[in-house]
């Protein structure tokens, strides 16, 4: 049991802490994103000792890489004698390989509440890390995320009405008809088949719309579709307010010819995905698991891409040549093209 004396000087040092200080987080939900590996990010609500509060939106990566940074500053080996500077971290959940995604996303939450819990009850010390501090730190990019859902923080209600949906004008729907058949290469991606009638959401980009199917909704290139009434202008212009979607060109090239496919991810076209991400991509999106990714240098040839530090310089020589290469809009500076493993020098000609 602590003593008084311990209680009054712990409550001195608490009154003593900066107003932004978070006090409490609580996941409120999750969200799905899209992007060259798909994933599962929690929306968290932070309360400060000002009692604001305001959402961040955190992937269990960053749980874990900050664990990992609070374990070296203050992990003592000998838990029955701490230091001065060490303390008792709480257990984080550990990492899992294999599963459904969502449902390991869902089955965290109650265990990474009791790790938020236990973590920002810990001495005051340690609340002013620097990397704890970060963390529940709502960044800019956080403040102007709009969160599609907050489960969690709705109250209960004993009855849940059942609003009827309003059925679709069939005649005064903006629309579009399959000309061809559409295979989607993500799950943001509609499949579509010839003569369907897809009914238009809004414009992602210069060569994408959104859409819905066969109560499926996804994007899809618009070269596929023939406009039968086309978007409201704002809508058109890709104002709607929904996901924005970024485009990476890439090249499959085989002996037998090139396969050419956009592919949309739910990125910014700043983003610099990893070596690891986009190669599993990529063996999705062409179906085939012996495969190296390369881009094209200014002279033409194939530059092998084997790791994180060989994605930086494509992307700087991609950004690089953008003045001279017109791209749509939404569309990656660079390109990727994949070859086989097993040969490359044969593709070394001029695309």
Sequence with gaps: IMSLPQQLRDQSDFDQLPLNIPISATIADIEEIKGFIDYFRFVIEVKTKGESKYLIYRRYREFFNLHQILEARYSSENLAKLGPNTCILPPLPGKIFLGNKKEIAESRIPELNTYMKRLLGLPTWVLLDEALRMFFYQ???????????????????????????????????????????????????????????????????????????????????????????????????????????????????????VDTRDVCVQEDLSIQPSYKDLLSRMRNVFKVDDIALNYRDPDGDLIRILDDEDVQLMIKEGRRQQDKVKRPVNQFPWELHVTTTSDLSVYNTEA
């Design 139 to 257: 960044t800019e990019q956080d403040s102007e995320h709009q969160p599609r859902a907050l489960r969690r923080l709705r109250p209960n209600t004993r009855k849940v009405k059942q609003v009827k949906s309003q059925k679709m004008d069939l005649f005064s729907s903006p629309r579009a008809e399959a000309m061809f058949d559409f295979r989607g290469n993500s799950k943001a991606e509609l499949n579509l088949k010839k003569g369907e009638v897809i009914f238009l959401l809004r414009r992602v980009n210069v060569d994408w719309l959104e859409g819905t199917v066969n109560n499926q909704t996804g994007i899809f290139p618009e070269t596929f579709v023939k406009i039968i009434k086309p978007l409201p202008e704002s809508d058109s212009e890709g104002e709607s307010g929904g996901h924005t979607y970024s485009c990476l060109r890439c090249f499959l090239l085989t002996p037998s010819g």
